[in-house]
């Protein structure tokens, strides 16, 4: 049966189109329609997303930005307050508003200004069959194509549709998707001021959303607010309180997790798999990654090269820019056209500079604050402020430099800024559980936007001292003992190579365990040569690195081989979890648009006895040599720091302090990190791991571990025993056991005298009974 208003409407609409034809020549072309199966089926364009393992998002790929969410789930504030702002007639409407038509024939008939009164429906049909130009034939197309989509797929579908579509600024389209991008939240969790301001976006999302221009964007969410309570959406006690209630916007690049290039690898991974059609079809990769851990990896590697990187010298402002000689309203435009060429960062925040003296800086940020910088925040860029500084180092008005704070002035109403600049060191960290290999925290570099190469994963360099407890697993298993005492002395190999202790000074005989405590790279030679480079460079395959990067020869013992970050964190995870290797997981799950499993990560493999790596005394011994370097040894700020025993670890430094390492674990978590240039070049004289990759270290462990017990000493495994004040493997207690790699004497072997005199005996009593020949 035919509703007579709906077609009194209908009617009334077609004049209206008709009359537009009169008003503007409409072209025959008119009349070729697009079909509405875009809209009938809809299927949305899903970005490729990539989620930490606790379900934080890392990353979104695909040129828009898209959560779709059926209506049912859409709160219903939302819903009001877009119907309110942008078609309160909705519900009663058949796809055009006759009174807002009629005001827009008008305007066009008279020339007056144009007005939109496009209904929600009209504006679907506009945003995805349509262009947008203004016309005539446009408009009639619109019309026509509103009234038959209302015939085709009901009320809720459309609203549905829109919802989800429509483009709302930063890339982002639908609701649920800006919900994301400027509160840092879901839809459901949004205040009435938030959902006003999103409902406020259509209009003009491009110079009114918050981020390009919050001025615009509030006095837009105050119209919304207005006509939610005009609708009886809210009221008067409501609408106070959304007025008054301040708004923090989420910033651009801004991320509760900061992890590209783990994103960058579920990408790559996605797109070798699946082709390049993921960017749309809505994909979801779940890593191992904890949001919580990678926070604080990411802050730790931060810090750490911001603090190197200031022990070194001021380099000079990144560019200079010229400004008008003015300071009004003309100076704040031209900083900001300035700026918009250089990408700002969370932390490192890029500025112009305004004023320049010896005692103060005032610079404009690329969001048009002005932040004054003196005192100890200039000591650094001292001679750039200078009367006399050359052009490459000095401080002017218009120098581009890099900001950063320290803290809150004594009334902490204030951040206080101090003069920064964007770092040429590089750093990585990689952290994962011992038991299963799952990665839990990636750091590749220190800004992928800057230098997306992967150092984690693809950066291939000398590991120094932070090999050697690998080496010293190889020489236990020929006999050499925590007790063996090795020369820590000058050496001088066959070919002349003749390699020193970094601190240039020698103890003489000191035992195995000593020599790694303080990193003895003589008497790590003299180990080696021992056990055998072949030996040893094939048993650091047991741990998980390539044994062909590593050198046949004695430089092996000071770590002149190649390894990568992530190879190091699962060498040292072997020891972590009592001796057996771990196959490193970044990528856990990959998801379909409807949640269907098309990729899952096997799972982790048995630790058992027939998968073992190494034997677990062996392990255990390990382990206690490693506890030794960070309670009293070159890590012994470990423990110190972090107040806990259970700390494990060995600090590594190249030639020349061209690489620096620290690697180590507690039982539940084993980590790398790596210092150094892309391209290899010291990293300053007296700088080492212990000094420069352990702080990191320890920064990122003091978080991931807050809240973990202290783990208890682990429990003696088979075939050890002690002996004096070290451990000893039980087969060797009677003798047998290398008690001294010395030059002078060579190789001396442990002998229990008793037993040998007995067992003089008891093979010369059988050979007086017949029993031997």
Same mark, same amino acid.
Request: hydrophobic share 40%; proline share 6%; net charge positive.
């Given at each position: 049966?035919?509703?007579?208003?709906?077609?009194?409407?209908?009617?009334?609409?077609?004049?209206?189109?008709?009359?537009?034809?009169?008003?503007?020549?409409?072209?025959?072309?008119?009349?070729?329609?697009?079909?509405?199966?875009?809209?009938?089926?809809?299927?949305?364009?899903?970005?490729?997303?990539?989620?930490?393992?606790?379900?934080?998002?890392?990353?979104?790929?695909?040129?828009?930005?898209?959560?779709?969410?059926?209506?049912?789930?859409?709160?219903?504030?939302?819903?009001?307050?877009?119907?309110?702002?942008?078609?309160?007639?909705?519900?009663?409407?058949?796809?055009?508003?006759?009174?807002?038509?009629?005001?827009?024939?008008?305007?066009?008939?008279?020339?007056?200004?144009?007005?939109?009164?496009?209904?929600?429906?009209?504006?679907?049909?506009?945003?995805?069959?349509?262009?947008?130009?203004?016309?005539?034939?446009?408009?009639?197309?619109?019309?026509?194509?509103?009234?038959?989509?209302?015939?085709?797929?009901?009320?809720?579908?459309?609203?549905?549709?829109?919802?989800?579509?429509?483009?709302?600024?930063?890339?982002?389209?639908?609701?649920?998707?800006?919900?994301?991008?400027?509160?840092?939240?879901?839809?459901?969790?949004?205040?009435?001021?938030?959902?006003?301001?999103?409902?406020?976006?259509?209009?003009?999302?491009?110079?009114?959303?918050?981020?390009?221009?919050?001025?615009?964007?509030?006095?837009?969410?105050?119209?919304?607010?207005?006509?939610?309570?005009?609708?009886?959406?809210?009221?008067?006690?409501?609408?106070?309180?959304?007025?008054?209630?301040?708004?923090?916007?989420?910033?651009?690049?801004?991320?509760?997790?900061?992890?590209?290039?783990?994103?960058?690898?579920?990408?790559?991974?996605?797109?070798?798999?699946?082709?390049?059609?993921?960017?749309?079809?809505?994909?979801?990769?779940?890593?191992?990654?904890?949001?919580?851990?990678?926070?604080?990896?990411?802050?730790?590697?931060?810090?750490?090269?911001?603090?190197?990187?200031?022990?070194?010298?001021?380099?000079?402002?990144?560019?200079?820019?010229?400004?008008?000689?003015?300071?009004?309203?003309?100076?704040?435009?031209?900083?900001?056209?300035?700026?918009?060429?250089?990408?700002?960062?969370?932390?490192?925040?890029?500025?112009?500079?305004?004023?320049?003296?010896?005692?103060?800086?005032?610079?404009?940020?690329?969001?048009?604050?002005?932040?004054?910088?003196?005192?100890?925040?200039?000591?650094?860029?001292?001679?750039?402020?200078?009367?006399?500084?050359?052009?490459?180092?000095?401080?002017?008005?218009?120098?581009?430099?890099?900001?950063?704070?320290?803290?809150?002035?004594?009334?902490?109403?204030?951040?206080?800024?101090?003069? $920064?600049?964007? &770092?040429?060191?590089? /750093?990585?960290?990689? *952290?994962?559980?011992?038991?299963? +290999?799952?990665?839990? %925290?990636? !750091?590749?570099?220190?800004?992928?936007?800057?230098?997306?190469?992967?150092?984690?994963?693809?950066?291939?360099?000398?590991?120094?001292?932070?090999?050697?407890?690998?080496?010293?697993?190889?020489?236990?298993?020929?006999?050499?003992?925590?007790?063996?005492?090795?020369?820590?002395?000058?050496?001088?190999?066959?070919?002349?190579?003749?390699?020193?202790?970094?601190?240039?000074?020698?103890?003489?005989?000191?035992?195995?365990?000593?020599?790694?405590?303080?990193?003895?790279?003589?008497?790590?030679?003299?180990?080696?040569?021992?056990?055998?480079?072949?030996?040893?460079?094939?048993?650091?395959?047991?741990?998980?690195?390539?044994?062909?990067?590593?050198?046949?020869?004695?430089?092996?013992?000071?770590?002149?081989? $190649?390894?990568? &970050?992530?190879?190091? /964190?699962?060498?040292? *995870?072997?020891?972590?979890?009592? +001796?057996?290797?771990? %196959?490193? !997981?970044?990528?856990?799950?990959?998801?379909?648009?409807?949640?269907?499993?098309?990729?899952?990560?096997?799972?982790?493999?048995?630790?058992?006895?027939?998968?073992?790596?190494?034997?677990?005394?062996?392990?255990?011994?390990?382990?206690?040599?490693?506890?030794?370097?960070?309670?009293?040894?070159?890590?012994?700020?470990?423990?110190?720091?972090?107040?806990?025993?259970?700390?494990?670890?060995?600090?590594?430094?190249?030639?020349?302090?061209?690489?620096?390492?620290?690697?180590?674990?507690?039982?539940?978590?084993?980590?790398?990190?790596?210092?150094?240039?892309?391209?290899?070049?010291?990293?300053?004289?007296?700088?080492?791991?212990?000094?420069?990759?352990?702080?990191?270290?320890?920064?990122?462990?003091?978080?991931?571990?807050?809240?973990?017990?202290? /783990?208890?000493?682990? *429990?003696?495994?088979?075939?050890?025993?002690?002996?004096?004040?070290?451990?000893?493997?039980?087969?060797?207690?009677?003798?047998?056991?290398?008690?001294?790699?010395?030059?002078?004497?060579?190789?001396?072997?442990?002998?229990?005298?008793?037993?040998?005199?007995?067992?003089?005996?008891?093979?010369?009593?059988?050979?007086?009974?017949?029993?031997?020949?």
């Amino acid at each position: 049966m035919l509703h007579l208003p709906l077609l009194r409407r209908s009617a009334l609409a077609l004049a209206f189109t008709a009359a537009l034809f009169v008003a503007l020549p409409v072209p025959a072309s008119t009349f070729d329609m697009p079909s509405l199966d875009r809209i009938v089926h809809y299927q949305p364009k899903l970005p490729l997303q990539v989620f930490t393992a606790d379900g934080v998002e890392i990353a979104q790929f695909g040129t828009e930005r898209r959560e779709y969410v059926p209506l049912s789930r859409i709160p219903l504030q939302m819903q009001q307050a877009v119907l309110a702002v942008e078609d309160a007639r909705f519900r009663e409407h058949s796809g055009i508003d006759p009174k807002g038509m009629a005001r827009a024939v008008v305007a066009v008939i008279t020339g007056g200004r144009r007005q939109g009164a496009s209904t929600i429906t009209q504006q679907l049909v506009r945003t995805m069959l349509l262009t947008r130009e203004f016309s005539a034939e446009r408009k009639a197309k619109e019309i026509w194509l509103a009234l038959k989509l209302e015939d085709e797929i009901s009320k809720d579908r459309i609203l549905e549709i829109y919802l989800n579509e429509i483009f709302l600024g930063q890339r982002a389209y639908g609701f649920a998707a800006a919900s994301q991008i400027y509160f840092g939240k879901p839809l459901d969790k949004l205040s009435l001021a938030e959902t006003a301001m999103l409902a406020g976006l259509p209009q003009n999302p491009y110079y009114a959303n918050p981020v390009a221009n919050f001025e615009r964007a509030t006095q837009r969410q105050r119209v919304v607010l207005e006509r939610m309570r005009a609708t009886d959406a809210i009221n008067d006690k409501q609408l106070a309180a959304a007025r008054d209630e301040k708004l923090t916007i989420r910033t651009p690049g801004s991320r509760n997790v900061h992890a590209a290039h783990v994103a960058e690898m579920a990408r790559l991974a996605v797109v070798e798999r699946f082709g390049t059609e993921v960017y749309s079809s809505g994909l979801r990769v779940t890593t191992s990654l904890r949001a919580a851990d990678q926070r604080a990896a990411h802050a730790a590697v931060q810090r750490g090269v911001l603090a190197l990187d200031r022990r070194g010298a001021w380099r000079g402002p990144e560019d200079v820019e010229s400004l008008p000689s003015d300071n009004g309203a003309e100076l704040e435009r031209a900083a900001a056209e300035a700026l918009k060429d250089h990408r700002d960062d969370e932390v490192l925040r890029v500025g112009i500079v305004l004023t320049a003296t010896p005692k103060a800086v005032q610079v404009q940020l690329a969001d048009g604050e002005r932040v004054t910088v003196q005192g100890e925040g200039l000591r650094w860029a001292q001679r750039g402020l200078d009367t006399k500084a050359k052009a490459p180092v000095k401080i002017t008005r218009g120098s581009i430099v890099r900001v950063v704070t320290t803290g809150k002035t004594k009334d902490k109403k204030s951040d206080v800024w101090a003069i $920064s600049q964007w &770092p040429e060191i590089e /750093a990585a960290m990689v *952290a994962l559980d011992p038991q299963n +290999g799952r990665v839990r %925290a990636l !750091v590749g570099g220190f800004d992928f936007a800057k230098q997306p190469f992967n150092h984690v994963t693809q950066g291939w360099r000398q590991p120094g001292s932070a090999l050697k407890p690998l080496l010293y697993s190889a020489a236990l298993e020929s006999r050499v003992m925590p007790a063996t005492l090795v020369d820590d002395l000058p050496f001088t190999a066959a070919n002349g190579w003749s390699p020193t202790n970094s601190n240039g000074q020698y103890e003489g005989p000191i035992t195995l365990r000593h020599a790694l405590t303080k990193s003895s790279n003589l008497a790590s030679v003299r180990v080696v040569q021992h056990t055998g480079t072949h030996a040893s460079r094939e048993w650091t395959g047991r741990f998980g690195l390539d044994p062909a990067r590593q050198p046949d020869d004695l430089t092996l013992a000071l770590g002149s081989g $190649s390894v990568t &970050p992530l190879q190091m /964190a699962q060498a040292y *995870a072997t020891v972590a979890n009592g +001796g057996w290797r771990v %196959a490193p !997981v970044v990528i856990e799950k990959i998801t379909d648009a409807q949640g269907k499993v098309l990729f899952e990560a096997p799972a982790p493999t048995p630790l058992s006895e027939e998968t073992r790596a190494i034997p677990a005394r062996n392990a255990f011994v390990v382990g206690s040599l490693l506890n030794d370097v960070t309670r009293s040894g070159t890590a012994a700020r470990a423990q110190a720091l972090l107040k806990r025993p259970d700390i494990y670890g060995k600090t590594g430094t190249t030639n020349d302090a061209v690489d620096a390492w620290f690697a180590g674990y507690q039982p539940t978590l084993a980590a790398a990190v790596w210092v150094g240039y892309d391209k290899p070049r010291s990293l300053g004289g007296g700088e080492s791991g212990g000094r420069i990759a352990l702080p990191i270290w320890i920064d990122y462990m003091g978080a991931a571990l807050k809240g973990v017990p202290v /783990a208890p000493a682990p *429990a003696t495994p088979d075939g050890l025993v002690r002996e004096g004040e070290d451990w000893l493997y039980s087969e060797w207690r009677d003798g047998g056991w290398v008690s001294e790699i010395s030059d002078a004497s060579g190789v001396q072997y442990k002998t229990n005298v008793g037993a040998e005199i007995g067992k003089v005996f008891n093979s010369f009593g059988a050979w007086l009974r017949g029993e031997r020949n």
